[in-house]
């Protein structure tokens, strides 16, 4: 396990020791931060030490490997990047991960990751090898939360996935954002500006038609907890919601399925989107759902009850809204309108 010596390592330092795992620490001081490096080697040391945890520290020279290799301290960090690169290809194959799952749980592209595992691309970003490596350390695999944890002092809940229930999510931080699917948690990272431009759009044009007509459905926006099934493995955050079954709203949640579910396809949920919550949806009785993707300028409308789905509408097309038998449409080339400024500049 490495273990920086900050609070997020230390932390998980404790879950590991509070469950009996046998584990080895590693801890790599770079010397970049002079008596801090050293201070938090020390740190480190002490606390396995106090624990009977194993431990090996190893110190690096960075700024002398740089001049040694007629360097400079960017060119020592690529370099290093490159060896920190061939170290997961071998983990991928010791893991046994295939390019699909490693794609699913980094949020990297599909086509990015075969071009990275295949060869093909040599020098990947800096931030992709940093989102490909989260999937090959403890306890992060999938984006899975491997613990819950309220805070520093309380006791830790391991499970695998699959086996989370909705009480582990509302156990979760409460700056965390995560969704409950089938028992497994999914990290959210927060959405964009164009994601929220998008939703919240859309979202002011439904409510504007169900005031003007005074109609008993109620349109909401994320984030709000939907308890998809009724059960206690499953709870999602779609972008836009519409609820026509009052019954349905509690307080905190929306408990079934709502009528219609709007999502803003994101790189880092957009296959999540597309097949896994598409199918979830279907099955929960979601009567329509509709998937826009920004990049392609293409909207995805599903009508479940329908067998010719999805149809798909270009940013130059009104959409109906089906629940309402087409007397609402949402205009796209509007909502390009609204938020063109930022696709052009």
């Not at 002490?46 to 194993?54: E, K, L, P, T, V």
């Not at 970003?125 to 939360?145: H, N």
């Not at 579910?261 to 957009?270: A, F």
Request: net charge negative.
């Amino acid at each position: 396990m490495a273990v920086s010596g900050g609070a997020d390592s230390i932390c998980m330092l404790h879950a590991f020791k509070y469950l009996n795992l046998k584990m080895l620490v590693l801890h790599c001081n770079f010397s970049l931060r002079g008596k801090e490096s050293d201070m938090d080697e020390q740190f480190v040391k002490r606390f396995c030490d106090s624990y009977g945890i194993a431990h090996s520290v190893k110190k690096f020279d960075t700024l002398k490997y740089a001049r040694e290799n007629g360097l400079s301290v960017e060119m020592a960090a690529r370099e290093l990047r490159y060896t920190w690169f061939r170290e997961m290809k071998e983990k991928k194959k010791e893991k046994g991960y295939t390019n699909e799952q490693i794609a699913e749980f980094s949020g990297v592209p599909l086509g990015t990751v075969q071009k990275i595992f295949g060869g093909t691309t040599t020098s990947p970003r800096y931030d992709t090898l940093k989102a490909l490596e989260k999937i090959f350390l403890p306890m992060e695999r999938e984006r899975y939360y491997a613990s819950v944890v309220k805070d520093a002092s309380a006791a830790y809940t391991v499970k695998r996935q699959g086996e989370y229930t909705v009480e582990d999510y509302y156990a979760l931080p409460d700056e965390q954002r995560a969704e409950l699917i089938d028992g497994v948690l999914y990290d959210m990272a927060s959405p964009e500006t164009l994601h929220q431009m998008v939703g919240g759009y859309i979202y002011a044009r439904f409510l504007e038609f169900i005031s003007k007509n005074k109609g008993n459905c109620i349109p909401l926006i994320a984030p709000l907890d939907v308890q998809l099934d009724c059960d206690n493995k499953t709870i999602v955050e779609p972008d836009v919601m519409i609820v026509c079954d009052r019954d349905k709203l509690y307080k905190n949640r929306i408990y079934g399925a709502p009528d219609f579910i709007l999502e803003v396809l994101s790189k880092s949920t957009r296959r999540r989107d597309m097949v896994k919550k598409l199918q979830k949806y279907a099955n929960a009785g979601v009567k329509e759902y509709w998937m826009v993707d920004i990049e392609g300028r293409r909207v995805f409308v599903y009508i479940f009850d329908e067998e010719n789905y999805p149809v798909i509408y270009g940013f130059d097309s009104k959409v109906p809204v089906y629940i309402w038998g087409g007397q609402c449409e949402i205009d796209f080339s509007e909502v390009y309108n609204y938020i063109g400024f930022l696709i052009e500049s």
